[in-house]
């Protein structure tokens, strides 16, 4: 190899480098739009969910019962094990006999609720037939 053709490399090489560069960083600001798109869909889900677990908890208290429904699906949480479904819910609250079984919407909205409170975080995603995976975060769901 004499001199030019090493210097034709080396142009070469430095021009592909800079080509895939300009590649990369083109990617990495698509990927960074996607993101911040992601998140500010995130903290709007977030805020719905906290202002739904508001008017939630606004609905749900009846002064004129001893135990809400709201409180006991809170002691059967209590009871359930540390990574719980809503069907865990429901079989802990059936077996409580602790007045009428809450419905499945109310069950899961609370699920919900304390999943905005940070109370339980969602360990798996459910899909299709499979249910979603909570687990219980370690504070204490006294009111």
């Known amino acids: 190899m004499n001199e030019s053709e090493i210097e034709r490399l080396k142009q070469r090489a430095h021009r592909e480098y800079a080509e895939e560069k300009a590649r990369i960083e083109a990617q990495i600001a698509r990927l960074r739009g996607r993101l911040d798109d992601l998140e500010s869909r995130h903290a709007a889900r977030v805020e719905a969910i906290r ?5 939630a908890g606004a609905a749900n208290t009846d002064e004129s019962q001893p135990e809400s429904a709201r409180a006991r699906i809170r002691a059967a949480i209590a009871e359930c094990p540390t990574v719980l479904t809503r069907m865990d819910v429901e079989s802990t609250l059936a077996s409580s006999q602790n007045g009428s079984m809450p419905s499945r919407g ?38």
Do not use: F, H, N
């Not at 202002?51 to 008017?55: A, L, Q, T």
């Open 51 to 55: 202002w739904m677990s508001e008017e």
């Open 106 to 143: 109310v069950i899961v909205d609370e699920l919900g609720c304390l999943v905005a409170e940070g109370y339980l975080s969602i360990a798996v995603q459910g899909r299709g037939r499979r249910p979603t995976l909570y687990e219980k975060v370690g504070l204490s769901l006294e009111e």
